[in-house]
């Protein structure tokens, strides 16, 4: 069984940066693409970033210049650092893993979110 475990998050002031991780458990082969997406109050779930096993990211244009998306194919885990954030960032965040090669087959797979509030 794969499981998506995110950490970090939390409260933060505007201009402020956090670090949003995520562990990828269960007896993995590879991962296809890793990453991370968002939803605000009201509002559909959107793209932040994502990144290939071969280190391509994409970024949402609201975030480009603000955050970096990494990972370590080795550990299965990936890694949001965002800057300068503002109160529209405010939202949960959800790792995402697809393309997941594992014992029982392929699959997509989601954290269970972790809130992200930007507030003076």
């Known amino acids: 069984q794969v499981q998506l475990v995110e950490s970090g998050g939390g409260s933060v002031q505007p201009g402020g940066s956090l670090r949003l991780s995520c562990a990828a458990s269960g007896s993995i082969f590879s991962i296809n693409t890793m990453g991370w997406y968002r939803q605000a109050p009201g509002k559909q779930r959107e793209l932040v970033a994502v990144?290939?096993?071969?280190?391509?990211?994409n970024y949402a244009d609201s975030v480009k210049g603000r955050a970096t998306v990494s990972r370590d194919n080795a550990r299965n885990t990936v890694a949001l650092q965002m800057s300068n954030l503002k109160p529209e960032d405010t939202a949960v965040y959800y790792c995402y893993a697809r393309g997941v090669y594992d014992v029982t087959g392929v699959g997509n797979y989601w954290g269970q979110g972790t809130q992200v509030t930007v507030s003076s």
């Open positions: 990144v290939s096993a071969g280190s391509s990211a």
